[in-house]
């Protein structure tokens, strides 16, 4: 009934609000930023990127966590015109936070901490009198619950445990609702990979005591060959014509043995159908992508408009400049390695991936990566050397770096990564991960001319899919400088599931 994936890309730990101006999502951004990026849609079915809850590193505080900690799991809720956004910032960053929007495109508040919230997976939900509960995960005890005062960040009382889940593994990424006379609890549960699991249970207060649902879980892939894995970390909301939706997130696996997925998490939507006063949810089906065409002319000016382009650990705005001979990225002697390199990104959006840069790398060191953490990623690295430009081809997963080299002529070159799934059937291939090729071409000045493409190597992608990489995100693809400045006069991306 979707076009699944409704947010293609990494997009883990969908929250959705229904609102008089029609829906928005947030999902999490772990170590990027800006982060927690905000989509609007009209009906349920078209949705667009209309901003991001955290624009400055100081309102989460991520600037040397590790992967893969930072920004995880959000909820979004929407009360007498207020929009509150609760998450927690982990492994370093500021905790629990919890920001407010009068406009959920922004600006949002600088946040507050509250201090008594010591897991993960915050919810925010309030009963009748106006009093707030945040509801949150704490592995591996059951899932705990505190009263809070919002102003303030402060207390009202010690946490307390609230239900154990249903007997799966790891309970977690709670949502609380009042439907009628009932109170509902929603949570996750069997982990983030293929046991992941949708479980729920009632109680006729918030804070409990809960009871199970006698057909938990009431959605998971675990045990199926659906093409859509990983199913749970379900928010819900109420429709228009009175029934109920669910977001989650799901991993499209690609290949014969379905063991691999490149692209990450990404947002899902399904319908649930209510039977005996119990929530009953079907597996999302994936329809695909739309095919996406975008090139980038960076001599425009218009270098820093997208609101997709994000950065690790910092902003792109602090290593990038317009020019009118394009766009400068700032190196800063790192590489793709470091906390915070200087790697202006984007989401990958499409199993297939065709990516090309032009560059003047004549005064600097840089070129073109896809990324899933610190120490997994690969890309193109291309430098001046004498009267050429060396480029070098990397494929790094872990403490492992594999480079293959070659020399083109001194001038403006063109930087190419093409991903591919593999085939489905029984043929070659098709128990690995997708195709991906790394190639160059010399473009001569300013892109003049029009050298032959030279491929550099061609990659198995098990090796950056999400079952590899555990960074909890997805491949991000983009530009970067190590050392100097590194030229950008356009970049393409063209993607097809």
């Known amino acids: 009934m979707y076009s699944n994936p409704i947010l293609s890309g990494f997009n883990p730990d969908p929250t959705i609000v229904s609102t008089p101006d029609g829906y928005y999502v947030v999902t999490s951004s772990f170590e990027y930023l800006p982060g927690l990026p905000v989509y609007h849609s009209e009906d349920l079915e078209n949705w667009e990127l209309v901003g991001h809850v955290a624009t400055r590193e100081e309102q989460v505080g991520l600037a040397d966590v590790p992967t893969p900690g930072g920004v995880w799991a959000p909820t979004l809720r929407y009360r007498d015109g207020v929009f509150y956004l609760i998450v927690s910032v982990f492994l370093g960053g500021r905790g629990c936070v ?3 929007a009068a406009d959920p495109a922004g600006p949002w508040s600088d946040g507050t901490v509250i201090e008594a919230v010591d897991g993960i997976d915050p919810d925010l939900a309030w009963d009748q009198d106006g009093t707030a509960y945040v509801t949150f995960a704490r592995h591996p005890d059951a899932i705990q619950q505190v009263r809070v005062d919002l102003a303030t960040g402060k207390a009202l009382e010690k946490p307390r445990a609230l239900w154990s889940g249903s007997g799966l593994y790891s309970p977690e990424g709670p949502h609380l609702y009042r439907r009628g006379d009932w109170w509902y609890l929603l949570a996750a549960e069997g982990g983030t990979d293929r046991g992941h699991a949708v479980t729920v249970a009632r109680s006729r207060r918030p804070d409990g005591p809960f009871e199970s649902a006698p057909h938990n879980p009431i959605l998971t892939a675990a045990g199926t060959g659906w093409p859509v894995q990983n ?267």
């Open 98 to 100: 919890v920001f407010t």
């Open 231 to 497: 199913t749970g970390h379900a928010d819900l909301v109420e429709m228009p014509d009175g029934g109920t939706a669910m977001v989650l997130l799901g991993v499209r696996p690609v290949g014969l043995t379905q063991a691999f997925s490149p692209l990450g998490r990404e947002t899902f939507m399904t319908r649930v159908e209510w039977v005996d006063g119990w929530p009953n949810a079907r597996l999302p089906q994936q329809a695909g992508v739309r095919p996406e065409s975008v090139e980038y002319d960076f001599t425009s000016g218009a270098a820093l408009e997208d609101p997709a382009r994000i950065g690790v650990r910092r902003t792109p705005s602090e290593f990038t400049v317009p020019t009118a001979g394009g766009l400068v990225v700032k190196g800063e002697g790192d590489t793709l390695d470091a906390l915070r390199p200087s790697f202006l990104a984007q989401r990958q959006r499409h199993l297939g991936m065709e990516l090309r840069a032009l560059l003047d790398v004549s005064a600097g060191t840089g070129g073109v990566a896809v990324r899933n953490a610190d120490d997994n990623w690969f890309g193109i690295v291309a430098t001046r050397d004498g009267d050429a430009v060396k480029v070098t081809a990397h494929a790094v997963v872990a403490s492992f770096d594999r480079t293959w080299e070659t020399v083109v002529p001194q001038g403006d070159i063109e930087l190419a990564i093409l991903a591919s799934p593999p085939p489905s059937d029984f043929s070659a291939g098709a128990v690995g991960g997708d195709r991906i090729r790394l190639l160059v071409r010399a473009a001569g000045p300013a892109g003049s001319g029009d050298g032959e493409e030279v491929l550099l190597t061609e990659l198995d992608g098990r090796h950056w899919a999400f079952e590899t990489a555990k960074a909890f995100t997805g491949r991000a693809f983009g530009v970067f400088a190590c050392q100097g400045e590194v030229l950008v006069r356009s970049l393409t991306y063209r993607g097809k599931d």
